[in-house]
């Protein structure tokens, strides 16, 4: 039976996994204070929102075996992450102390989930060997 939701299981730990780094306070550990790499905050953004962008578009495969059009699923992903990541930065910004919501870390978001859609457009084109059912 998980077999049949591995993707679903996936997405939904994903999503648990970015609200809660991204509701944790980090600035008390000093192992990140020591890690100077330009945009890493970002570049992390881009990773998180990439990586559900296409297990969300996966579950829509497999949640509907195949019948629900490729366009569809990458359409309510990414429009379902762009939102969600915008909430969590209104939330980061409205109702904690220690976290700052950011128009930059909404672009990063909003990048990722494109990316990560148009990866999962490439993956199941015509050209290549894996198929998107319908």
């Known amino acids: 039976m998980l077999n049949n939701h591995k993707y679903l299981i ?10 809660t ?9 000093a192992s990140f204070s020591m890690i100077k790499i330009p945009y890493s905050d970002k570049m992390v953004h881009f990773f998180f929102y ?3 962008s296409v297990l969300g ?4 495969r497999e949640q509907t075996s195949g019948k ?17 990541g915008t909430l969590i930065e209104v939330i980061q910004s409205n109702f904690t102390t220690y976290r700052s919501g950011e128009a930059m870390d909404i672009a990063a978001n909003s990048l990722g989930a494109m990316v990560g859609a148009l990866f ?12 998107w059912k319908n």
């Open 21 to 29: 780094l991204s509701l944790m306070s980090f600035s008390n550990d």
């Open 50 to 52: 990439f990586t559900g």
């Open 68 to 84: 629900m059009k490729r366009s569809k699923a990458i359409l309510i992903t990414v429009a379902g992450l762009i939102i969600y």
């Open 120 to 131: 999962i457009k490439t993956l199941f084109s015509k050209k290549s060997h894996l198929k």
């Open 57 to 60: 578009c996966l579950v829509g």
């Open 10 to 19: 996936s997405f939904f730990c994903w999503l648990v996994v970015i609200t």
